[in-house]
């Protein structure tokens, strides 16, 4: 009778290997927790706002070379109030950034951001529109 042999290893491999997991996982968490963002440059009634993001997004780039993603931008106490659709510009390894022009506001108020890509999930930000001066 042969007797099977199970793969043997010690302790100090396995804890090795557990601590090489969370790490790996922790990395990862914190890449998708802060590698995405979105934001305003500081908006005054009256003046075009200027939105930049970036997200990260698997999968090759579209025919324009970018990945196409969605941006909706309206005030936080009524519905939608403008929405773009766009190409984001590749800058390395399935890392996209955006950078959207949108039309004055014409009273002050906080406003509320969601990029989402294409087959992504939303990417959420906000940012105050002041008063002119």
Known sequence: MVR??????????MMATVVLICLGLGGWHLFW?????IEAEPAVVGQPIKIRGRFFHFGRANEVGGWRYELDVFPSDC??????????????????????KYVPFRSPGEITMTLTPEGGSAIRGSFVVRGGD
């Not at 042999?5 to 491999?13: A, I």
């Not at 929405?83 to 800058?91: D, E, H, T, W, Y």
Request: proline share 0%; hydrophobic share 40%.
């Open 33 to 37: 927790t802060y590698g995405q963002w």
């Open 4 to 13: 099977r042999r199970w793969f043997q290893f010690s302790l100090k491999t």
């Open 79 to 100: 519905g939608n109030w403008g929405r773009k659709l766009g190409f984001a510009q590749s800058v390395g390894w399935c890392l996209y950034e955006i950078e959207a």
